[in-house]
């Protein structure tokens, strides 16, 4: 779907390369995912969050065509994930959270069996799979088994598989859970550049909030239901608060709320004669998210 926004001196056109209306799944009793709506647009980073059990995989599954929804739409580059279930896998390269490639197998292997999932043969095959370790950075480890390789190999190895069919969606599950500090942004750095050098969008889970923080967009879903979609700035502004902390000259420390970080100067100016040090807190992505899950739950609770 295209969108024209108009204004005075700005005509922009976005493409929402997914729309998901109404979307439901229920696993007998069971009501995983509760008639859900979001869209993402062409070529954004997009980050899906949402504690255990919340519907992620449930959706993610529903888009990449392994599952299949019990009612509503999902529309991926203007295919139906339940009536062209193959023109959508055509499109998309997939990072699981756990790794599908044959660990006894080199990781060339593994693209040679991947990329023929494709139709890819002969020469196609080969420029695919050079293209992709190029992309990576896996020439010092294409020839080693996959069961071999550390961590952060391994998660290159995964992105290369997910690219061997050039995809225009990159979903990644949690792709750095497990990594250290260096490896995560080493693979984020991996991601980032393929993002701009190949315009992908890039559909994002993950349990690290300051990997959201990046993002365009993202939605945070809870039991099943769309609790907030927006910028990180403005899920920021809506679901979170600043912090100013003020010591006093005699030692004493006072944490204020405060909406904005401006709404610090009227209580700073009030102070002044008997302030110490002054730290302005600001909200992050951790704090949203608390707020959208644990505050969920204090108001049924109440």
Known sequence: MKIVIQSPKVKEVVFMLIEVSDLVKKFGDVHAVKGINFTVKEGSLFSFLGTNGAGKSTTINILTTLLDQTSG??????????????????????????????????????????????????????????????????????????????????????????????PKILFLDEP?????????????????????????????TTHYMEEAADSDDIVVIHKGEIRAQGTP?????????????????????????????????PIIDEQRERIAHVEIISGTMDDVFLNLTEGFENENAN
């Open 233 to 265: 700035e403005e899920l920021k502004e809506n679901y979170c608060t600043d912090s100013l902390r003020i010591t006093a000259t005699n030692g004493e420390r006072k944490v204020y709320k405060i909406a904005k970080t401006i709404d610090a100067l």
């Open 73 to 166: 739409t999902a529309i991926v580059d203007g295919y139906d994930v339940s009536k062209n279930p193959a023109e959508v896998r055509n499109l998309i390269g997939i990072v699981f959270q756990d790794s599908i490639m044959d660990k006894v197998l080199t990781v060339e292997e593994n693209l040679l069996v991947r990329g023929s999932f494709y139709g890819l043969s002969g020469t196609e095959l080969t420029k695919a799979i050079a293209r992709v370790i190029e992309a990576t950075k896996s020439w010092e480890f294409a020839k080693r088994r996959y069961g071999t390789l550390s961590g952060g190999q391994r998660r290159r190895a995964d992105i290369a598989r997910a690219l061997i069919n050039t």
């Open 176 to 204: 750095t859970t497990g990594l250290d500090p260096k490896t995560r942004q080493d693979v984020w750095e991996l991601i980032r550049q393929l993002q701009k050098e190949k315009g992908m969008t890039v559909f994002l």
